[in-house]
């Protein structure tokens, strides 16, 4: 379970690099989709070439209903997360995707992905312990007057839309795809969809391709979300996956609590956009204790 807990703190860095980055926010998330799709796709191909069948080349099973849902999922939800992270300030996009660890073993246990007792007594007290903390951390930001603007409202829609992702994750596991044919189908879905999202939002003048003067941010733009697909796409969507393989949905949710923590950790010590009062970092510590002790539980 701790690949999962990394792959949300390497998230939690990447709304301070975003909200650092002088980018276009849509443009940014469709090129890192793109790049993301692209990048899989060739591997499968290559892999297939060389080195006979592997995971990567599995079959991408088009007709799941959960194939399509996850992958128009990754690409909206990137786009709204980046929107808001380049509005910031990034501790309160942070915070608010702490929705996602509370109503992530609900819907998987609604859905079917989870065994009956998958969740513990001390897993749901290290949870409420977590969500605890992050409530404490939120109230020291308030009383900092720590602005919570639009981005944050965009940001919690992004998170109550990203708890469907583990969740339909599952369900493909379950249909017998591993962690990277997970990974490619739902990359190859989002790339399809980019395209028509990209005019959409060109169409409604939300992204300026052509604009006098625009070059340089176009292009920085398009690097950006290009080294996303690797660094914060990729990999911590790779490592999420096989946490969730391991230990199942429902036990995996805590983790998504570093999120928040990583990102209060970059206001505090990078951005300098958050205080460092003694309630603050207590918070920190309760989140960082209950995904330890959660994630040491039952031999994990």
């Not at 996303?228 to 230990?247: D, K, Q, S």
């Amino acid at each position: 379970m701790w690949e999962t807990a990394l792959a949300f703190a390497i998230w939690g860095g990447y709304g301070s690099l975003l909200t650092a980055a002088h980018i276009d926010p849509a443009l940014t998330a469709v090129a890192r989709t793109l790049a993301l799709g692209l990048m899989l796709t060739t591997a499968s191909v290559a892999i297939a070439r060389t080195r006979g069948p592997r995971e990567i080349t599995a079959s991408i099973p088009w007709q799941s209903g959960a194939l399509w849902l996850s992958g128009a999922v990754l690409l909206v939800d990137e786009v709204l997360y980046a929107v808001s992270a380049v509005n910031g300030p990034v501790a309160i996009i942070g915070l608010a995707y702490g929705c996602v660890p509370i109503l992530v073993p609900l819907l998987s246990r609604l859905a079917g992905t989870d065994r009956g007792r998958a969740m513990q007594p001390r897993h749901w007290i290290c949870l409420a312990l977590a969500f605890a903390g992050n409530g404490m951390v939120f109230v020291e930001l308030r009383a900092a007057q720590i602005h919570f603007t639009m981005a944050a409202l965009v940001a919690f829609a992004a998170g109550l839309l990203f708890t469907v992702m583990p969740v339909c994750s599952a369900r493909l596991q379950q249909q017998g795809l591993g962690t990277w044919a997970v990974l490619k189908g739902q990359g190859a879905v989002a790339s399809i969809l980019a395209l028509p999202l990209l005019a959409l939002l060109v169409l409604l003048g939300l992204v300026s391709l052509g604009a006098p003067g625009q070059s340089g941010l176009v292009a920085r733009s398009l690097e950006i979300g290009a080294m996303n697909a690797v660094v914060f796409t990729l990999t911590p969507f790779y490592l999420w996956y096989r946490g969730i393989a391991r230990a199942g949905v429902a036990r995996t949710s805590i983790c998504a609590f570093a999120e928040p923590l990583v990102a209060t950790l970059f206001s505090l010590f990078v951005l300098r956009d958050a205080p460092a009062t003694p309630l603050l970092v207590a918070g920190v510590l309760l989140v960082l204790g209950a995904i330890a002790v959660s994630a040491r539980s039952g031999g994990e």
